[in-house]
Each structure stands twice: as structure tokens, then as C-alpha cells.
């Protein structure tokens, strides 16, 4: 077996592996540290497809991933003892077949993800970095550049300074005469310490500067714009000296430079963390409300159903007062969600995601009595890598909007493919836009007509959210007038083309469409809501058993049999990620596989992959209706069996 040597100490995280994990071949590129890991040399890894090297518990985890065109999943790569590495992989198919970047968890949990960079940890590193430069641009001295953070010392950097002395500084408290950092600090001033052995402002760290080889200080404080100091670099001369006029001046440049540097990296990481509180309180206001509406609509539907056929009565009155509520909360969601949005590209079937979008709207605008076309360029890729959640949503509220705002004539949607880009042109003879007003127009909760007697009803997001759609995309809306009347917008954003991904045609679960007498198990925290989907269950004809949280979903399947699992997602107990791993580890033993569909308040825009990762084969967002619930349920377990 080859021997390698252990990483150098300056690398900071495992450099990646890349893999291409196709039957035929194994590792494409494996690093040093990586191979010194797991035991084995490059040539026998490369022996193996990837997929032969995961052990048996992560395995499909890793299939999942590639059949459903996940970014991210976390598997267990085999060593030559027997024992196994921890992994997270990457996956990215840039239309040449998936390709996996690999890194050990222990050491990349400690670095910055791309996704959620840790901005202390890029801060220190730029420190760092600016340290190593003035180093070089004085031979022989030192570097050291400290932080304050309430009255005292934080260590930021000093690359070349022995740890212990760094250590020693790091929460100090500074004043009028605490060193030459400590004053320069405390004062705003520049402090020059020509012999630190004689100064008065050392004498507490004389002894310490003499372990570290240093005998003279320069320091110079560094502040915001604002002019709150937030920290001194010093330079430390081996020998007792004064600087001269050019390290002064360079001393003067770096603190400038150091300043900027923590201040920007300071109101990054307030913005990031201002950013996580919005998130959050955002996905629980829609959690909160989703759940009460789920009642509320589900209610009105039954009712409607059984009582009322006047859509315009009472009860459709309600429902609909109910639908108003639930597309305003989802606008401000996905508006909040989409201004945020980065890297979320998937592997998706363009020409059908397309007509999934364009044929409901189809069909409400001829209702209306519109004229509808719609092209699709022959040389528009079949498969296309691309965020599918903020194509699907700016492309349907334009062709919404198209529809909303024409009364007569024609809507005409036209997608083609060019110069790597995807082109949409929606064209209308509808009232038109004023140009004049787009930048207005396209803030939220702004419409065109702010009249008391406006004709067309809105909240006023579409424009904003289709626009923070196309940024997250990579394009941009461009409008101009439909002469002689109307109006024509467009927009364009690069796609990678993709090839399809593996077993793309095959269905991810086996479906019994035989007729069925098992009752459903619904998993369900909230009384009202588990009364309103049993009492759904019940009229289509399926027997059902309710259970609150996810430890008795595990012990009513213990005891009884079902042909499916309608799950919630956040209960008390046991949630139901928890919930669906534990009955999937079981039925690794039996060969068993009983469908669970997500019925959840969760509507973020990752939440249903968070579903499908922890092994549940639908997703239904609350307040779901009766037909979904019947729809799905026909399509995974069949229709009821009639009771004879």
C-alpha cells in the first residue's frame, strides 16, 4: 500500500475528492489526506464505481440523492479497517453526468460552507492574511493585529507570534497605559515603543515579548467609518528601534485597511444574522397560519360539498374569503424566500415543467374567452439544470398576470433556447403597463391602479416576486408595449443542459393500485385538523387511525397494518422526519415499504426535499383539499375496496 504523509498543518479543511459515479467507472480525482483516511491507494478506488464504496446504511440515501436531483445528501465512505468515514458530497450534473465533490465532516464542519459562510472565521482569515503581507513587507518583524470587543482584547491574528503569547493577550482588559495595543486603543492614538524592555506601558508583558523574540512596538489603532475603534496592529522589530518613515507609512495603510476589512465583515455577519431571524419568522408565521387555514378550508369544502351547491352562497363565500388569505401569506413567504434565494439548481425535465405551469392557466384563460398560443422551440433541451422553484413561480405569475389583465384577444407564451440561454416572451392585449411606473410597479404590495374603484383585485407582489425570481435565476425582466395594445414581456437566464438523471423513468415507489381495505394512519398533532382529514378519509372511503405524534405512529404500526401514512411534520414526542426514518430503518428487515405522504404547514421552498431525504414519497402543503388527498392516495395505494 502507498504511504502518504499527513496534510501540511496550513490546510485548513480536506481538499476535495471528485467523483464520477457512474457504473463503469470510480474516483475521477481522490487527495492525499483523503487516501491517508480511508486506506486504500487511488488505483483501488478507481477499481470501483463510488456507489461500492458506501456502506450499506447510507447507501440509498446516496440513490435518493441522484434519482431526485438532490445537491446535497451525507453518506458513510468504507476505510481499509473496516470501519467507515463520514462524507458530505456535492452533487452537480452539468450535463455530462452527475460529478460529486466529497469532504470529511470533521474537518468541513469547521470551515465555511458556501451556502452559509461563517463570517467571524472570514474575517480572522483576512486578518491573517493582511498580517502575512505587512510581514513581508518588513523582513524580520512581526506582525500582530487585536480586536476589542468590551473593554478588552481579541486575538484576530499573529501568524508569526508564538501561540502563548497570543493566547496570554486574548481577553485582556486594555486602558490608558496596557501595553502599546492597549493604549493605542484606549486613546485612538498611534504609540511607538522603542525598547519594550524599558517602556512602563509593557512592564506587565516584558517578560512575555522576551519568550517571543520581540523588543520593540509600533502600534496603530484602527477604527470604523463611523470613528468607533475597533482594534490595533502592531508591528514588533526584533531589536530595540524606532520605525522609520516608510513603515509608518505602511503601518498607517494596513490599519486603514484592517478597519474596513472588520467593519464590512461585521455588518455581514449582522445582516446574516438579521436574515435567520426574518427566515425563521417567516416559516412559523406560515406554519402557525397554514394550520388553523387547513381547518378552516377543509371545513368549507366538505360543508360545501354536502349543503351548498351555489358557489356564491355563504359557505363559498367563506372558502373563498379563506383562499384570499392563503395566496396573500404565500406571496409574503415566497416573496421573503425568493430575495434571498441562491444556488438551488436541480436537474429538471424543461419542456414538462413548462406545460405543468402554462396548462392550468390555459384553461382559466379560456374561460375568459381568450385566445391562447403557446410555442416551445424544438431546440429547447429536454433536460436542463436550473432552479426549477424560481422558474415555476416567475413564469406563473407572468402568464397569470397576462391572463388577469386581459379581457379580449389573445395571451401568447413563447420559450426557445439560444446562446446557452432560455428566452420567454409573454405577449397580451390586455390594458397594457405604464411603462413610466415599472420601478414603482415592481416594489411589494405596489399596483397599478391605487383608485378606490380599481377593477383588477391584488396584493400587489407579483411583479416583485417575479423579479427576485429572475435575480436568484440570473436574468432579468425586460417590458415594452404590445402595439396597438397590450403588453409584451420577456425574459432570459443561463442554463446548463443536463443529462437525465439515472432511473429517471422509473417510479421512486411501487404503486398497488388494487383495491384496498387497510385503513390510513393519520399522523396529525392538531384535534381539529386530524377531525377534518379523517372526516375527508371517510366520505372518499378509506378507513383511517389517528395518532398525535410520531412515537405512536411507530406503535399503532407495530400492532396494525395500513396502506398508507398521511404525516405531519412538526409535533411534540417525536416529529415526523424522526418518525419516517425509524419506520424505514424497520422495514429494511422486513422488505416492507408503506407509502408516507407529507400532509404539513411547512411550505418553504426546500421543505419537500427535506420530506423526500428522510424517506417520504409525497409532499402535500397545508390546507390541502379533499381531491389531493384522494388523488394521491389513488396513485400510491388505490382506490378503497367497498365494503361488502
Given at each position: ?301 366538505s360543508l360545501q360539498d354536502v349543503q351548498e351547491t351555489d358557489p356564491h352562497g355563504a359557505i363559498g363565500l367563506l372558502k373563498e374569503s379563506g383562499e384570499q388569505l392563503l395566496e ?94 432560455l428566452r420567454v416572451r409573454i405577449t397580451d392585449t390586455g390594458c397594457g403597463i405604464g411603462l413610466d411606473q415599472l420601478s414603482e410597479l415592481r416594489e411589494p404590495f405596489v399596483q ?197
Amino acid at each position: 500500500m502507498e504511504k502518504y504523509a499527513d496534510p501540511p498543518a496550513e490546510e485548513h479543511a480536506d481538499p476535495p475528492m471528485i467523483v464520477r459515479p457512474t457504473r463503469a467507472g470510480g474516483f475521477l480525482r481522490a487527495n492525499r489526506s483523503f487516501l491517508a483516511r480511508v486506506g486504500f491507494t487511488g488505483a483501488e478506488l478507481a477499481r470501483k464505481p463510488f456507489i461500492d464504496w458506501i456502506d450499506a446504511e447510507t447507501r440509498q440515501v446516496f440513490l435518493d440523492a441522484i434519482k431526485g436531483g438532490d445537491e446535497n445528501c451525507r453518506v458513510r465512505h468504507v476505510t481499509s479497517d473496516g470501519a467507515s468515514l463520514l462524507l458530505d458530497l456535492r452533487i452537480r450534473d452539468q450535463g455530462e453526468g452527475p460529478f460529486i465533490l466529497g469532504r470529511c465532516v470533521e474537518t468541513c464542519a469547521a470551515t465555511a460552507s458556501r451556502d452559509e459562510p461563517d463570517v467571524e472565521a472570514t474575517v480572522k482569515s483576512t486578518l491573517h492574511k493582511i498580517a502575512e503581507i505587512v510581514e513581508e513587507q518588513n523582513p524580520g518583524h512581526k506582525c500582530s493585529i487585536l480586536l476589542v470587543s468590551h473593554g478588552r482584547f481579541v486575538k484576530g491574528a499573529g501568524p508569526s507570534l508564538p501561540d502563548d503569547y497570543n493566547d496570554a493577550i486574548d481577553g485582556y482588559a486594555i486602558g490608558p497605559t496596557v501595553g502599546a495595543c492597549g493604549t493605542a486603543i484606549y486613546w485612538n492614538v498611534p504609540v511607538i515603543v522603542e525598547d519594550i524592555q524599558k517602556d512602563p506601558l509593557w512592564a506587565p508583558f516584558a517578560e512575555l515579548a522576551k519568550k517571543a523574540g520581540v523588543a520593540a512596538c509600533w502600534s496603530h489603532p484602527f477604527a470604523a467609518r463611523g470613528g468607533r475603534v475597533l482594534g490595533a496592529l502592531a508591528l514588533y522589530s526584533p531589536e530595540p528601534s524606532a520605525p522609520t518613515a516608510e513603515q509608518i507609512s505602511t503601518l498607517r495603510a494596513a490599519a486603514q485597511m484592517t478597519g474596513l476589512a472588520v467593519e464590512r465583515g461585521r455588518a455581514e455577519e449582522e445582516l446574516r444574522s438579521a436574515n435567520q431571524v426574518k427566515a425563521r419568522f417567516m416559516a412559523n408565521m406560515s406554519h402557525e397560519i397554514r394550520t388553523p387555514l387547513n381547518a378552516l378550508i377543509g371545513i368549507t369544502d366538505s360543508l360545501q360539498d354536502v349543503q351548498e351547491t351555489d358557489p356564491h352562497g355563504a359557505i363559498g363565500l367563506l372558502k373563498e374569503s379563506g383562499e384570499q388569505l392563503l395566496e396573500l401569506l404565500t406571496g409574503v413567504l415566497q416573496l421573503t424566500e425568493a430575495q434571498d434565494r441562491r444556488q438551488h439548481g436541480k436537474v429538471v425535465d424543461l419542456p414538462a415543467c413548462c406545460r405543468a405551469i402554462y396548462e392550468p392557466l390555459e384553461a382559466t384563460a379560456r374561460q375568459k374567452g381568450l385566445q391562447v398560443e403557446y410555442a416551445v422551440s424544438k431546440d429547447v433541451p429536454r433536460w436542463a439544470y436550473l432552479d426549477e422553484w424560481a422558474f415555476e413561480r416567475a413564469l406563473r405569475l407572468l402568464v397569470h398576470n397576462a391572463v388577469k389583465f386581459t379581457d379580449s384577444g389573445t395571451v401568447t407564451v413563447a420559450i426557445e433556447f439560444e446562446d446557452h440561454k432560455l428566452r420567454v416572451r409573454i405577449t397580451d392585449t390586455g390594458c397594457g403597463i405604464g411603462l413610466d411606473q415599472l420601478s414603482e410597479l415592481r416594489e411589494p404590495f405596489v399596483q397599478g391602479d391605487l383608485s378606490t374603484t380599481k377593477k383588477y383585485a391584488g396584493f400587489g407582489l407579483g411583479l416583485a416576486l417575479s423579479d427576485q425570481c429572475l435575480n436568484a435565476l440570473g436574468g432579468e425582466l425586460e417590458f415594452s408595449a404590445n402595439e396597438p395594445r397590450g403588453t409584451m414581456v420577456s425574459f432570459s437566464f443561463p442554463i446548463s443542459l443536463a443529462t437525465a438523471p439515472v432511473e429517471a423513468s422509473q417510479s421512486s415507489t411501487p404503486v398497488n393500485r388494487e383495491p384496498t381495505q387497510l385503513p390510513v394512519l393519520v399522523v396529525e398533532d392538531n384535534p381539529l385538523n386530524s377531525k377534518v382529514i379523517g372526516r375527508i378519509l371517510e366520505r372518499s372511503g378509506y378507513g383511517c387511525h389517528l395518532t398525535k405524534n410520531g412515537e405512536e405512529a411507530l406503535q399503532a404500526i407495530n400492532k396494525n397494518s395500513y396502506c398508507c401514512i398521511l404525516m405531519d411534520c412538526q409535533m411534540p414526542v417525536m416529529d415526523g422526519y424522526e418518525a419516517t426514518r425509524r419506520i424505514r430503518q424497520m422495514e429494511e428487515k422486513t422488505g416492507e415499504h408503506i407509502p408516507i405522504i407529507a400532509v404539513t404547514a411547512n411550505a418553504l421552498a426546500d421543505d419537500r426535499d427535506l420530506c423526500l431525504q428522510a424517506g417520504m414519497d409525497h409532499y402535500l402543503k397545508k390546507p390541502v383539499r379533499r381531491q389531493e388527498i384522494v388523488v394521491a392516495l389513488e396513485e400510491y395505494v388505490g382506490r378503497p375496496r367497498p365494503v361488502s
